[in-house]
């Protein structure tokens, strides 16, 4: 299945603003990591204190963070001090949103009204309406939603099984931003081929096992990394070796 040519152009074949902004940083930084900040040193819970000092100590290894239900489990509303002290990173929500148009709106409009995400990641199952209001939330924003097309645990077969089908949703909801396991390359791979313009996200690199060259070989743009950098006993390091691992 190949997303066609008028449904990319559907997609604005330009990018959007989070992407532009992490490409951007991409490029200053030579890092195609994106920090998934759930736990810090093996803490479950963290101070505001303790993110900003993982953030900066690992900010030129990486070009976004990403942060869900634990790290707002941690900040609270201190979710909107970190957006803002690191305003030179793009910040991505990983709520897995997956509910009816207008929860979404509610829950999106509080992730990039109030918290300052720049993105943030939906469930590509719940259908082409909750995913194009969702998108068009964002864009009131000037942000944007990622859409999860499969997950890198063990045992997502009955997600994984419909990728091909959610590419195909998440492109005609006008959404070109893909997330997809990096512990399974061959749908990366497959994903590239379906839609060759869309940005892949990719988690499961490091502790579950993926790895960083091969999730880029199969086209992936962006690596997750979570605690293979937050768990580590010097952070900087293991940030800039992994970064090392794919240039
Ligand atoms: O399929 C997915 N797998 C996955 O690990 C979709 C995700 N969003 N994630 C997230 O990526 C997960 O919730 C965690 O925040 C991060 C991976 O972290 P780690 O396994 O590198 O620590």
């Known amino acids: 299945m190949l997303i ?6 559907a997609l604005g074949s330009c990018l959007g603003p989070f992407i532009k902004r992490l490409e951007k940083n991409r490029e200053k930084s030579g890092s195609r990591i994106v920090l998934a900040l759930d736990s810090v040193g093996g803490k479950e819970r963290y ?3 303790d993110a900003a000092r993982l953030i900066s100590e ?3 290894w990486i070009c976004s963070v990403k942060l869900g239900l634990p790290a ?7 979710v909107s001090k970190l957006t803002s002290v690191f305003e030179g990173i793009p910040f991505l929500a990983d709520f897995k949103t997956a509910d009816i ?3 979404n709106q509610l829950i999106l409009g509080y992730l990039f009204g109030e918290l300052g995400f720049g993105g943030a990641i939906v469930h590509a199952f719940i259908g082409p309406t909750a995913l194009s209001s969702a998108r068009e939330v964002a864009e009131l924003h000037g942000a944007e939603v990622l859409s999860l097309v499969g ?5 997502a077969d009955l997600l994984n099984s419909n990728m091909d089908n959610m590419i195909k949703l998440s492109a005609g909801a006008g959404i070109s931003s893909l997330v997809v396991p990096s512990t399974l390359p061959e749908m990366i791979s497959r994903a590239r081929r379906s839609a060759p313009s869309s940005q892949i996200f990719s988690p499961g690199v490091g502790v579950q096992g993926g790895s960083p060259r091969t999730t880029l070989d199969a086209g992936a743009d962006y690596l997750i990394v979570g605690r293979s950098i937050t768990g580590s006993d010097h952070p900087a390091t293991s940030a800039m070796e992994m970064c090392r691992q794919c240039n």
Request: avoid cysteine; aromatic fraction near 12%.
């Open 4 to 9: 066609t040519r008028s449904e990319s152009s």
């Open 47 to 49: 101070s505001f204190e």
């Open 58 to 60: 690992v900010s030129p």
């Open 72 to 78: 707002y489990f941690s900040l609270g509303r201190d």
């Open 101 to 103: 148009p207008h929860t």
């Open 151 to 155: 997950m890198s645990h063990l045992g």
